[in-house]
């Protein structure tokens, strides 16, 4: 078994909506990002590949590049998840908390867990986590400058 964690964070900038494991949720402001700016799915590539040794985002998907910007993130995580499958692993749990005022959350936990359960093959809804928190309205994420999100997967050899 292995376990990997992941963190990203994207300052807001520009126009909604803001996307969080390929759901668009309305907001009051996009995010500052070369591909989508998807923070949650982001993170958890990241944990993904840390499970493994296998280097992070910005070595896989490099952000100076032409060739990912305004890349889905949905397609990223396919490609991640690919090399975790080729290693022999799957996923025994995920756990995702994103870190924001603004915008609420809850609602769209449901959709993006479908998501991601469908990307990565999971056997189960129950394997994969979401939740949101505040940061009390302390620091960039208190005052709505931002959102953040880390993620924590663990991994199963087959």
């Keep these: 078994m292995r376990i990997g964690q992941g963190f990203d964070v994207h300052a807001f900038y520009g126009d909604p909506p803001i996307v969080l494991g390929g759901v668009k949720i309305a907001s009051i402001k996009g995010v500052r ?8 799915i982001h993170a958890l590539i ?23 910007k305004d890349a889905d993130s949905r397609v990223l995580l396919r490609t991640s998840w690919d ?8 996923i025994g ?28 093959g999971c056997q189960s809804i129950d394997e994969i986590n979401i939740k949101a928190t505040t940061t009390e309205q ?3 994420l208190g005052r709505k400058e931002g959102i953040a999100c880390a993620a924590i997967v663990f991994l199963i050899k087959q």
Excluded: C, Q, W
């Design 138 to 140: 302390l620091g960039f």
């Design 33 to 40: 990002s070369h591909s989508d700016g998807d923070v949650l």
């Design 93 to 120: 749990n995920i756990d995702i908390t994103i870190i924001t005022e603004v915008p609420f959350i809850s609602p769209y936990v449901p959709e993006i867990r479908r998501n991601l359960m469908k990307d990565l």
């Design 83 to 90: 090399l975790i499958i080729k290693k022999g692993y799957k």
């Design 46 to 68: 990241d944990a993904l590949l840390g499970a493994l040794a296998l280097g992070d985002i910005g070595n896989l998907f490099p952000n100076n590049t032409e060739e990912y």
